[in-house]
């Protein structure tokens, strides 16, 4: 499913986030960057140990990164060129649905930053931080649309879902909020 807004293509796509090439994937990561399980755990066993490796130095030169926020790093043996790892919130902490779209946005703006021309999400926080998916799909498309109609060097944001049921919410969101 592709939609134009501005000069901008948001796609929404069933896959592995670890097998498409992009500028930039997303990692839906923790505060300390330790990539150990779901998006974060299969995106560190593709790409190599050195993803893990420059994550663990962001962490040592400039902290945590808070909910909301994001890192960059190179993508290893990734198809992509980076990963940008977003901090989405977990439920329960207060302030879910602003930080969710903070770290949809500083990804994007991420990315521009990086002159970078592709980008590719998955639902972050609905995995282990339990966000429930139609919450999610509802925010980071808000959030892509908004910024897409804006001026941005970016081509294509995609959405990489990895089952059907979250796909199916992806879509018939998007369709939502097209009218």
């Known amino acids: 499913m592709n939609s134009v807004f501005g000069k901008t293509t948001i796609e929404i796509i069933k896959g592995d986030i670890t097998e498409q090439k992009a500028d930039a994937i997303v990692n ?3 505060s300390h960057l330790a990539h150990g399980g779901g ?13 893990q490796d420059e994550s663990n130095l962001w962490i040592k030169s400039r902290g945590i990164v808070p909910a909301g926020s994001c890192a960059i790093t190179s993508a290893g043996t990734l198809p992509a060129k980076y990963v940008i790892h977003a901090v989405g919130p977990r439920m ?8 969710l779209k903070q770290a949809t946005e500083n990804a ?7 002159h970078l021309k592709s980008i590719i999400f998955p639902a972050i926080s609905t ?22 109609e804006k001026e941005t ?3 294509k944001i ?9 796909l199916n919410i992806f879509k018939q969101t998007l369709d939502d909020i097209i009218g």
């Open 28 to 30: 839906a990561a923790n």
């Open 39 to 51: 998006v974060a755990g299969a995106i560190v066993r593709r790409g190599g140990r050195i993803i």
């Open 92 to 99: 329960g902490e207060g302030d879910e649905d602003k930080k």
């Open 108 to 114: 994007l703006q991420t990315a521009d930053k990086h």
């Open 127 to 148: 995995g282990i931080f339990g966000y429930p998916v139609d919450r999610c799909a509802a925010i980071m498309l808000s959030c892509a649309v908004e910024y897409a």
């Open 153 to 155: 060097g970016l081509e």
């Open 158 to 166: 995609i959405f990489c879902l990895y089952d059907d049921t979250t």
